[in-house]
Every structure is written in structure tokens, then in C-alpha cells.
């Protein structure tokens, strides 16, 4: 099984997608004028129906909730409801294997910290060079718990490959932690094929699905992973993250509660007050998607509770498709300014990767890429990307790292030809 295979099939590359309408409703865009927003892997814009949300809830019931007037009734039914749609959008098999709080990394802190409390004999965690460092430091953190640390290294190609997980793992495995896409390289991890090498040897694996997260359906029950986090602000919602998780494993973690707080799922994990109005973003967020689902489906009216799962996922089905395009047409503009592609780079692997692109240009620092393009109106960025594992494995240095630029599905072919005259003129200039 292939990474396409692995997430779903996508529509027909080539479908009509509607770009243009979809960006006006992005109220962002309008206000930046020719700006172009090519750094969304960093965080994606908005659309009005989440600023909407946030700003009903910040002025009609900006409350605690769990009292018994009306203000705070409506915010633990808005927290039930965000729950119900979050769970729909990822397929969870019920709402309270989803949790709320600040973000991914602060997720992958909490469930790192409670396995440490449960290593025994399985004390074996197995983590990958090409990971955000959250995904990373997170469980190397462990080792003073009594982890062995075991390394999954990505190949030449930048992609995590099963048969390199296989003989890795051991009777000592307890975890495997990996991403589902490559913050940096755009590249999909087959997830299904290493669950089901990872449960074949009695451990659990945990899946990074903040990147992948704006790209593609995301469906934990066909990757039969038993951890995934998330973070909102990358799928067009607030500053926010989500875990979801199988309520049996919830329920067996140790965590940090209250003593008022029972001892199940998801109250056992959301530590403190979150932020109410961000979560209500997100409700909005998978809201905006299964309207689009439905109406790229030719449905009318709004998405429901029984219809939201299949109409998110024609919408993401639909958004890989013209994310191709945008690809394609990425990376032939790259090769002719003579960029470095670092990861995938052939035209027939499209479908293993997402618009997001590292790239050099030879001879000319990360930093001048990123300071023309601003000068030009296009917001990229350069760094490590918080991957300097993976930079190492690059041949690059941590402190000048690569050029990014990530695209979403609302953007453009122009937008694109816009940052190639900029490289363009780059590479001419010197």
C-alpha cells in the first residue's frame, strides 16, 4: 500500500476546483491586497464563518462554563458540539476520544509524560529524523524515565519507508511516534502500513497530523493509529490543538486532573480552562469544509451531525486534487529557477506529497530568497523549520537551514508565477 492508498483516494487530479470563490471568503486575503500568504504551514488564514464564531462567542457568552444561567449553558453546548464536529472530521468512534487544549506540542507533552509513567519492560520508544522537534524532544525527554530511544530513519528520497520501521521493532516496543506529513518536505508517511507493522509487534503508535491536517482527509480508523494530535490554526481555525485518542488507551493513561475532574476521557486531559472562543473556531473551520463538500457534491443546505464526516471528506478529497496542481506547477517553477528541491521531486510522486516545498538556490542564502520575496509581497520563510534533525541529515546547517513555501487550497497558479519571477530575477542578479 502506497501513501496515496494510506489516506484516501483523492478526486480525479485535473477536477474543477473553485479557487476564486472559496478565497472570498477568506477575509484575509481581501484586506492583504496583493500580499501573498505562502507561508501557511506556519499557520493558514481564516475564513468568516470561524472569525464569526469567535466573535459570537467573545461577545454573547464569554463565560466559565458549568453554571446554570444562560451564557454558560450555550458555551458547554458550543463545547459538546465542537467535540461531536471535531470527531466527525476525524473519524473518531466517539466524541470523548477528542480533547481540547493549546496545541499539538503541549498534546504530545502530556501523553509522552504519561507513558513515561508506564514504561516496565516495554521501554522502547522509536522516533524518526524527519519530525517537527516537538515530535521528537518530547520523547527523548523520556530517556531519564528509563526509555531506550530507537531511531526510524527517512531515506534519500525524504519519506519514512515501513520495511526500515519493520526490523526495528522489537517485544521492547512500546511506541512508535511519527508524522503523517513532513512539516518541512511535504512528504506522506504510509501511516496504515506502519500501524499495522507496530501492532503486529503489541505496541501503539502516535501520529503527527498537524501538517497533514489542512491537506487531506484525515481518518484515524483507517489508519488504526492510537494517538493523534493536531493543531487548529493549520486547518483555517484560532490558535488551538486537538488529541484524539482511543478511549480505552485514554482511560489507562496517568495524567494530571483535579481532584473534581473524573478520571476519564476527555475531562482527564484537558487540564485548566482552554480557549472557549478558539474552539468554536474549529467547530466553524470543519463547518466551512462540509460546506464545501457539499457543495462541490451538488447538495444543498448545511451540513448536520449525520452528514458533516462525509461532506468534510469531499471537500478534502477535493482539496488534494487541486493541491496536485498547485504542486506540479510549484515544483516546475522551482527546477526552472534552479532551486534544490530537497524530498520528492518527481512529477509521477505527486500524490505522496503535499504543496509544501525546502528548497536552496545555489549560491544565494536562505535569507535573501525569503528578503526578496517580502519585498515582493510573498510571505515565505527560512530557518530549520523546527526540524534541525533533519536539516543535519540534509548536509545543511541548523542556523541557515532551507527556503519553505507552502501553499493551501487558496492559492493560486498566479500566485505561484509571481514567486518564480522573483527567483527568477534572483538568479539573474546573483
Not at 490554526?233 to 483535579?258: D, S, V
Amino acid at each position: 500500500m502506497n501513501a496515496q492508498a494510506a489516506i484516501g483516494q483523492a478526486a480525479p487530479v485535473g477536477a474543477e476546483f473553485p479557487a476564486d470563490a472559496l478565497r472570498a471568503q477568506f477575509p484575509a486575503l481581501e484586506r492583504a491586497g496583493p500580499f501573498i500568504f505562502f507561508d501557511n504551514a506556519a499557520g493558514a488564514q481564516i475564513p468568516r464563518l470561524v472569525l464569526e464564531a469567535v466573535n459570537t462567542h467573545l461577545l454573547d457568552h464569554n463565560v466559565q462554563r458549568g453554571g446554570r444561567y444562560p451564557q454558560t449553558l450555550a458555551v458547554d453546548a458550543m463545547i459538546a458540539r465542537s467535540r461531536a464536529s471535531v470527531a466527525a472530521f476525524v473519524n473518531a468512534r466517539r466524541p470523548e476520544e477528542v480533547a481540547f487544549g493549546l496545541n499539538a506540542t503541549s498534546f504530545i507533552r502530556l501523553i509522552s509524560l504519561a507513558i513515561g509513567q508506564t514504561l516496565g519492560v516495554r521501554n522502547e520508544i522509536i522516533v524518526t529524523d524527519l519530525d517537527h522537534e516537538a515530535n521528537v524532544a518530547t520523547w527523548l525527554a523520556l530517556e531519564r524515565m528509563g526509555a531506550r530511544i530507537v531511531w526510524w530513519k527517512m531515506r534519500a528520497d525524504g519519506c519514512l519507508h515501513a520495511e526500515d520501521l519493520a526490523p526495528l521493532l522489537t517485544p521492547r516496543t512500546r511506541l512508535v511516534a511519527c508524522t503523517l506529513t513532513s512539516n518541512a518536505l511535504g512528504s506522506i508517511t504510509n501511516a496504515r502500513a506502519a500501524a499495522d507493522l507496530t501492532h503486529a509487534a503489541g505496541a501503539e503508535i502516535f501520529l503527527d497530523s498537524v501538517h497533514y491536517g489542512p491537506h487531506g482527509p484525515i481518518d484515524v480508523q483507517a489508519f488504526d493509529c492510537d494517538y493523534l494530535v493536531c493543531s487548529g490554526y493549520k486547518i483555517f481555525a484560532p490558535h488551538m490543538g486537538f488529541l484524539w485518542g482511543r478511549y480505552e488507551l485514554l482511560e489507562r493513561l496517568p495524567t494530571f486532573r483535579e481532584d473534581f475532574i473524573p478520571d476519564v476521557p476527555p475531562g482527564k486531559i484537558e487540564a485548566g480552562t482552554f480557549a472557549y472562543e478558539n474552539v468554536s473556531g474549529m467547530d466553524a473551520a470543519v463547518g466551512y469544509l462540509g460546506r464545501l463538500g457539499r457543495t462541490l457534491a451538488g447538495r444543498s443546505g448545511a451540513p448536520d451531525a449525520h452528514s458533516l464526516r462525509e461532506d468534510a471528506r469531499v471537500a478534502m478529497n477535493a482539496i488534494r486534487s487541486y493541491e496536485q496542481l498547485l504542486t506540479l506547477e510549484t515544483a516546475r517553477v522551482l527546477r526552472e529557477s534552479g532551486a534544490m528541491i530537497y524530498g520528492i521531486d518527481a512529477d509521477a510522486r505527486v500524490a505522496e506529497r503535499v504543496p509544501t516545498f525546502c528548497f536552496n538556490l545555489a549560491g544565494i542564502s536562505p535569507a535573501r530568497v525569503t528578503e526578496a520575496a517580502a519585498r515582493a509581497d510573498i510571505g515565505i520563510r527560512d530557518g530549520h523549520m523546527y526540524a534541525p534533525r533533519l536539516m543535519h541529515r540534509l548536509g545543511l546547517s541548523p542556523q541557515t537551514g532551507v527556503v519553505r513555501v507552502s501553499l493551501v487550497h487558496y492559492n493560486t497558479m498566479a500566485e505561484i508565477h509571481r514567486l518564480g519571477n522573483v527567483l527568477a530575477e534572483l538568479r539573474r542578479t546573483g
